[in-house]
């Protein structure tokens, strides 16, 4: 009996960690992601920003 409740509580363990690890590097990616286009909404905007002085 408490080998058996000893694996159910590995399994659940190494299942806890797979989602944490799935959901850190989901966070990890979609954080790139989000940034890259905040950065092109940067680079498209600044020559509108800059206009000539005459």
Not at 13 to 30: D, P
Request: hydrophobic share 60%; proline share 4%; net charge neutral.
């Amino acid at each position: 009996m408490k080998r058996q409740f000893a694996a159910s509580v590995l399994s659940a363990l190494l299942y806890a960690q797979g989602l944490l690890g799935f959901a850190g590097v989901a966070s990890v990616l979609l954080k790139d992601r989000a940034h890259a286009e905040e950065t092109a909404i940067v680079e498209m905007a600044a020559p509108a920003v800059i206009a000539p002085a005459s």
